[in-house]
């Protein structure tokens, strides 16, 4: 079947295809019900269904012959090793672990928050929230404490894994004292703190509190899997949303798996027993979907790699663990791409490896530049595949199905949709847009399993952010446009969120934290166009009347408070002292049209700016630091 007619079915019939889908998981009690649409805009899928997701992950694998075939390969260039876990051998470590939790007295629906460098226990640690039921919610490393608090606070874990410290380029993380000053902050405490402790920088425990991973499987009987409802969740995942407040993504156990288990054959094209590699962080939706869950419960090999595409130790890293691990798949981000075709524009690097196994690169998380794409595909001489998903989603919403048919590749477009997504892009009065209009990209409910079915604690908030603009939609925050051979063009959000290398982050939640400045009056914060990370955040502060001090002064403590307030991930390094914010008649502030001015395309003065003069103060401001570039 071509991928037009799986398409359509999917969408004409979506019961029987997921049912049928539902086929590639082990069930403790198989589903009767595929989807129960009794309570829209709220949809359940396998409302009666009951599994196992690290069963479906392992325990499956170690029982139906793949015991001794690697699971796990941890390469980190960072620290010189490389560890390698069979499927029988990361089972029983997960088994282990999952008993030291229970231990701990975590139960079947507690939370667990996960704040860990890229290490194998902090898969170990997801997968052992599976085994016993309990819902992790991993935060990235390069977040502070103050955001970890707020995950803290929303959350509410028995218990934090963590780890002494990771390993950035010429610097320590300090992960242990970052998470103390979160629970300083934050109002609710987690009765214990596992702290895995790494030789690079060893971290002084709280008594009474933490433990060490090492005393904390000391003697901890193995658990096995809890059967749990299907539309249990497995996790939540904090994400930016328009305000400083992130928005806490609830991921099923049983949609999902269908979902990810369905997606390595027919969107990657792997089978079983393949070598596949997400060069991401187990702390973004990549790292949860393809570091960790989708290529496991496929039966593959997953390589969990602790570095950068350059300087760890040069842009050669990434083709040196294909050749040495056999990677057949590679999910990045485009701006690695963009990082290693700086370092190494001839590709001279990638002469030097054996990439005969390699068989496809697939890039998401940020818009794709045709330049970067082309590039990739001249030098690795394989399919080269843009798709679109978000956090929300778990999986991808538009990309060239690879596992089931190969569809030309337009460079600058993901491509068309996948199975279960009814994409449509719609006009301000929710009309649907011919081909070729650019709108708001929005997906017909219900949504394919895998997908977010709602947010922690926050029902209202779901409805409000993302099904209330356009009823009987899900509104993905995106513009663009479907071309009239069906490809969808991602063209920008609609929000206020940027994506910075790859990493996404809020605009607002920048401005809440630049707003605090007490010499601050007035702020705003736009993403600019940057040629290796896609986006970078540019801070605007007018100053409270009477205030003397140097605007370099102010800039360097605005710079400072976001780094120490939202972390380095925020990558907030530039902003500018102004008079005053260009704002419509009725007060809003004009951001779309500074950012055009940073970028320096044309715009057309807005016809509701209150005073047109105020746009030449902003393009000096701008020229000052250095936009437009070039
Ligand atoms: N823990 C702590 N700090 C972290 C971190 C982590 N897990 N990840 C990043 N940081 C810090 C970095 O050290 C850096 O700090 P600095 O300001 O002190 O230098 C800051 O956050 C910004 O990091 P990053 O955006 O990664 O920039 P970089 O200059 O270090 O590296 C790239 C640039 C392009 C090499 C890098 O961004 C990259 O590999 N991107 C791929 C993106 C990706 O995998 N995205 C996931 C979605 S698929
Ligand atoms: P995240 O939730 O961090 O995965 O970010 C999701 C957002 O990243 C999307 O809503 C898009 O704005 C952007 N994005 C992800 N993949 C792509 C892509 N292939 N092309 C364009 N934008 C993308």
Request: glycine content about 10%; charged content about 25%; aromatic content about 8%.
């Amino acid at each position: 079947m071509g991928y037009r007619e799986v398409y359509e079915r999917s969408l004409a019939d979506p019961e029987g295809f997921w049912g049928e889908a539902a086929g590639g998981i082990d069930w403790d009690r198989a589903p009767q019900t595929v989807l129960d649409d009794s309570t829209p805009p709220f949809y359940r899928w396998f409302p009666d269904g009951q599994l196992n997701t690290c069963y479906n992950a392992l325990d499956r694998h170690v029982d139906g012959g793949r015991a001794d075939q690697l699971a796990l390969v941890y390469d980190s260039p960072v620290t010189g090793e490389v560890r390698r876990y069979t499927f029988r051998e990361l089972r029983d470590e997960v088994a282990t672990f999952a008993g030291a939790l229970r231990r701990l007295g975590v139960e079947r629906g507690d939370r667990v928050i996960i704040y860990m460098p890229m290490v194998p226990e902090a898969a170990i640690a997801m997968l052992a929230c599976a085994r016993i039921g309990a819902i992790h919610s991993v935060v990235f490393g390069g977040f502070a404490s103050n955001e970890l608090a707020a995950r803290i606070d929303d959350a509410t874990p028995r218990v934090i894994v963590s780890a002494s410290c990771g390993i950035e380029p010429g610097r320590f993380v300090d992960y242990k004292s970052l998470l103390d000053g979160a629970i300083d902050i934050a109002a609710h405490t987690p009765e214990c703190c596992v702290v895995l402790q790494r030789p690079q920088l060893e971290a002084p425990l709280t008594p009474g509190r933490d433990s060490t991973w090492r005393e904390a499987v000391d003697g901890a009987p193995p658990a096995d899997c809890v059967p749990v409802a299907a539309t249990d969740p497995l996790y939540i995942l904090y994400t930016s949303g328009t305000t400083g407040e992130p928005k806490g993504i609830v991921r099923d156990n049983g949609g999902h798996a269908v979902a990810l288990n369905w997606s390595m054959r027919n969107i990657y094209g792997v089978d079983p027993g393949e070598v596949y590699w997400a060069a991401s962080d187990v702390g973004w939706v990549v790292g949860h979907s393809y570091i960790v869950y989708a290529p496991l419960i496929n039966g593959n090999t997953t390589v969990l790699f602790e570095g950068k595409p350059v300087g760890t130790p040069d842009p050669g890293t990434f083709w040196r663990v294909i050749s040495d691990h056999g990677v057949g798949v590679l999910f990045t981000a485009p701006t690695a791409f963009r990082a290693i075709r700086r370092e190494d524009p001839e590709a001279e690097h990638v002469r030097k490896h054996d990439l005969s196994g390699f068989k496809a690169l697939f890039l998401a998380g940020e818009r794709c530049d045709p330049d970067t794409l082309e590039w990739a595909q001249t030098t690795l001489k394989v399919p080269v595949i843009d798709h679109w998903w978000q956090t929300e989603t778990g999986w991808p919403a538009c990309a060239n199905p690879l596992g089931i048919e190969l569809l030309p590749v337009k460079p600058g477009s993901p491509t068309v949709p996948v199975p279960g997504y009814d994409i449509r892009v719609l006009d301000e009065d929710g009309e649907e847009l011919p081909d070729g209009e650019i709108g708001a990209i929005v997906i017909k409910l219900p949504l394919p399993p895998g997908t977010l079915p709602t947010l922690w604690n926050a029902d209202d908030r779901y409805l409000a952010a993302y099904l209330e603009r356009f009823p009987g939609h899900y509104l993905t925050g995106d513009a663009g446009v479907v071309d009239t051979d069906g490809y969808l063009h991602v063209l920008s959000r609609v929000d206020d969120i940027i994506n910075v290398a790859g990493h996404r982050l809020s605009t607002g939640a920048m401005e809440e934290v630049l707003a605090a400045h007490p010499d601050v009056a007035e702020c705003a914060v736009i993403g600019v166009a940057d040629e290796l990370k896609g986006q970078l955040p540019v801070g605007f502060v007018v100053l409270q009347a009477g205030v003397e001090r140097p605007s370099a002064e102010i800039v360097d403590e605005v710079v400072a408070m976001v780094r120490e307030r939202i972390g380095p991930v925020a990558a907030f390094r530039r902003a500018v002292v102004v008079d005053r914010l260009p704002k419509t008649r009725s007060g809003k502030v004009l951001r779309a049209t500074m950012r055009q001015i940073a970028d320096g395309v044309e715009f057309k003065v807005p016809a509701t700016i209150d005073d047109t003069a105020i746009l030449d103060e902003i393009t000096a401001a701008l020229a000052g630091i250095g936009y437009p570039p070039g």
